[in-house]
T-cell receptor
Framework: RKEVEQDPGPFNVPEGATVAFNCTYS??????FFWYRQDCRKEPKLLMS???SGNEDGRFTAQLNRASQYISLLIRDSKLSDSATYLC???????????FGRGTSLIVHP | SAVISQKPSRDICQRGTSLTIQCQVD?????MFWYRQQPGQSLTLIAT?????????ESGFVIDKFPISRPNLTFSTLTVSNMSPEDSSIYLC????????????FGPGTRLTVL
């Protein structure tokens, strides 16, 4: 099992749709979880951290399920500008060395 | 957030040559990381560069191929040595620590093409 697994997509949705991505991780000792966004030919940028209690930032909601070892990202009311690759990031456990998932591609169309 | 610059932004190099990539941060940071991202792939960590000690390399990466310097808390270099076309990739530095604990901020990347 890969350390961090994501469905590569692409997810192709209309504007206004709600879309959810999942990410599974293999190391039960992992403590830090993040979602990053990467636009085409750009560097990754932090979208949001994922907390145990779940957290929301505007249209974005992140949740963590430690028992099943997955994190999720929900995007409501999708905008064209949300089109990007969303990278799941998990630490290795024991030290903060991040492991990146392959990314999930989102395409929001008019 | 940190402001990170990389030089060069892109380069086209001949097989067998070496390229040194520079990463500059606008404030002092504890840890700096070097990643490689090949087309359509996610980021692969090459090594962690800590000031005052040797870099820590990930499995599959060796110092002879990717020597790293970290002379101070705001600067690091990665050299891609004896390049082959398989080294064509985007190389990214990132920082963590200092004022930016628990998250990573990335430089804009260096797009390398080896002919």
């Amino acid at each position: 099992r890969k350390e961090v697994e994501q469905d590569p997509g692409p997810f192709n949705v209309p504007e206004g749709a709600t879309v959810a991505f999942n990410c599974t991780y293999s190391n039960s000792a992992s403590q830090s979880f993040f979602w990053y966004r990467q636009d085409c030919r750009k560097e990754p940028k932090l979208l949001m951290s994922v907390y145990s209690s779940g957290n929301e930032d505007g249209r974005f909601t992140a949740q963590l399920n430690r028992a099943s070892q997955y994190i999720s990202l929900l995007i409501r009311d999708s905008k064209l500008s949300d089109s990007a690759t969303y990278l799941c990031v998990v630490d290795r456990g024991g030290s903060y060395i991040p492991t990146f998932g392959r990314g999930t591609s989102l395409i929001v169309h008019p | 957030s940190a402001v990170i610059s990389q030089k060069p932004s892109r380069d086209i190099c001949q097989r067998g040559t070496s390229l040194t990539i520079q990463c500059q941060v606008d404030s002092q940071v504890t840890m700096m990381f070097w990643y490689r991202q090949q087309p359509g792939q996610s980021l692969t960590l090459i090594a962690t560069a800590n000031q005052g000690s040797e870099a820590t390399y990930e499995s599959g990466f060796v110092i002879d191929k990717f020597p790293i310097s970290r002379p101070n808390l705001t600067f690091s270099t990665l050299t891609v040595s004896n390049m082959s076309p398989e080294d064509s990739s985007i190389y990214l530095c990132s920082v963590e620590g200092g004022s930016f604990t628990d998250t990573q901020y990335f430089g804009p990347g260096t797009r390398l093409t080896v002919l």
